[in-house]
């Protein structure tokens, strides 16, 4: 069935990737055509060490962003890039207030200035939000969500929610699809209908095509199984077209 959302396929290098690495776009538009391609986008987020060597998004139709900006535009903030940086390097999205740095230390109000800084820059920030396996155990995923959501997004025209359950991050545990599809619903109700939410958690091509037909799911957050361009194109090829 048709989505009127166009699905974003997103895929978060993290800490992984040489130079030899800037190629893969390559790979993955050889893989998956152009046409094939059309219904939506998709991103890679590689090391800010690659992203002024990425190749051309204008040729690989593959977009390019950050995995994290500071919230100023420049100064003394030592091992730092700014949302500016990320931008002038190639960059049109950026991810924020993923699990790994809201546990190294960023706060709802830091991931806040940080997607602030990215709209001032001009990029699209992808804002992570999402429960602990204790939380979602003691009832309370759905309460820890609305209020990071209420905390950490700004008043922005364009933004990405990604929910991302902190225990199904890198675990190889995936969030049921009746899990996803209560807590995407949820957050539907907290943002505008224009909004991409997409699901991180260990999605990988044995379960890409459940969650991504779910209704309000527009993506995906990709880890592990966005390091492989023929697993992030057996992704892309199960998103269905907007
Ligand atoms: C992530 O880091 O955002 C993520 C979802 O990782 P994985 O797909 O490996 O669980």
Redesign the pocket.
Known sequence: MAKSLRPLIAA?W?MNGDMSWVFKPADFAALYHAEDREHLDVLICPPATLLGSMLDPQQTGVLLGGQDCHAEVSGAHTGNVSAEMLKDAGASFVIVG???CRAAGDTDAAVNAKAKAAARAGLTPII?VGETEAEREAGKAQKVVAAQIKASVPKLKSFVI?Y?PVW????GKTATPEDVAEMHDAIRALVTPKTRILY????KPANAEALLALKNVNGA??????LEMDSLVEIAKSAPKS
């Open positions: 978060n993290k993923h699990s790994e992570c990604a991302e199904a991050i890198g675990t991180g958690g260990s999605v957050l990709i880890g592990g199984a966005g």
